[in-house]
């Protein structure tokens, strides 16, 4: 993996979520993959690796705070989860941190307002 450049995984059942992810990160100078659920993110993260994941909560096989708990429960060194919902409830964010999620924003989100988080949690932007 080029460390030069920051590698995010986008996780999101939703096709078109995933695409309009991708076009903000890519447009700031992330490398972006995208996986459709928790299972196959955890496969992708399994192979590769990656800096930091955005992950949506409701999705099949395995949903987001599942897929969070998952990773975390890995050894090794742990990247920056943001979640991202379309659930904005208070109780929503409280099971988000609780997975493992270090940020939470609600869909849709603003392309300036992500690509400012990605900043910081990559410690790339004070």
């Given at each position: 993996m080029n460390e030069a450049v920051k590698h995010i995984l986008i996780v999101d059942d939703a096709a078109t979520v995933r695409m309009y992810h991708r076009a903000i990160l890519e447009e700031a100078g992330y490398a972006v993959a995208e996986a459709?659920?928790?299972?196959?993110?955890?496969?992708?993260?399994?192979?590769?690796?990656?800096?930091?994941?955005?992950?949506?909560?409701?999705?099949?096989?395995?949903?987001?705070?599942?897929f969070l708990h998952a990773l975390r429960g890995r050894p090794g060194p742990q990247v920056p989860a943001i979640m991202v919902s379309t659930e904005a409830e208070d109780n929503d964010r409280r099971l988000a941190f609780k997975a493992g999620a270090n940020h939470y924003l609600v869909k849709p989100t603003r392309p300036e307002h992500l690509t400012r988080?990605?900043?910081?949690?990559?410690?790339e932007r004070a």
């Open positions: 459709a659920n928790g299972v196959e993110a955890l496969e992708k993260v399994e192979a590769a690796g990656y800096h930091l994941v955005v992950v949506d909560v409701n999705m099949p096989q395995l949903d987001g705070y599942g988080i990605v900043g910081l949690l990559l410690g």
